[in-house]
């Protein structure tokens, strides 16, 4: 079947604009009418577009995510949460464990968990608290969802922690990077400063709080 450019666009959702640079790169070869209008063969242009998987064959990932090796134990609790939540509402999900500071944008579950969401393979996005994903950042994830059709689903979104607490956690995140690498520095100084931050963030840091770890 012969269609438009912007029709053509529309069936494969890329842009007109895409359609020309695949022309000049001598990857399509549109028919012209007398015109001299470009007429674009559905079939072919079907085969250089991947198709993402139906709604029916994409599936639930929980991620669950803590911050250093000796808080596994609520790695744990975050995978049983998640694992008793989907099977209550009848989702089969598959869960992504990850090890790291939230400040880290390389970390190897996230950058798995990305990849696949961008490969259209899943259907629904399951986290405990919003800062699992990241503490800054968070959004644009959820905007990679949007975009690729990917349901988010924050078990406790309700439980929205108070503008002190956010801050602490902030602090904590940030000392805890900074102290993997000051701890290695010969300097007493830079070890003996960072222990006393962590000290001071951890006693005013509520040990329940939304999200913490």
Known sequence: MKVSIGKAARELGV?????RRWEAAGKIRPERTPGGHRRYDLATLYGLVPRHPQPQDRITIAYARVSSHDQKTDLDRQVALLEAFCAANGWRCEVIRDL????NYHKRGLRELIRRICTG??????ITHKDRLLRFGSELVFS???????EVVIINASEEASFEEELVQDVLEIVTVFSARLYGSRSRKNREVMRRLKEAADAICP??????G
């Open 144 to 150: 990679l969802c949007e975009h690729f059709g990917t």
């Open 100 to 103: 790291g500071s939230g400040l």
């Open 15 to 19: 842009s007109p604009e895409t359609l």
């Open 121 to 126: 393979q899943v259907g629904r996005l399951v």
């Open 207 to 212: 040990e329940d709080a939304p999200g913490s």
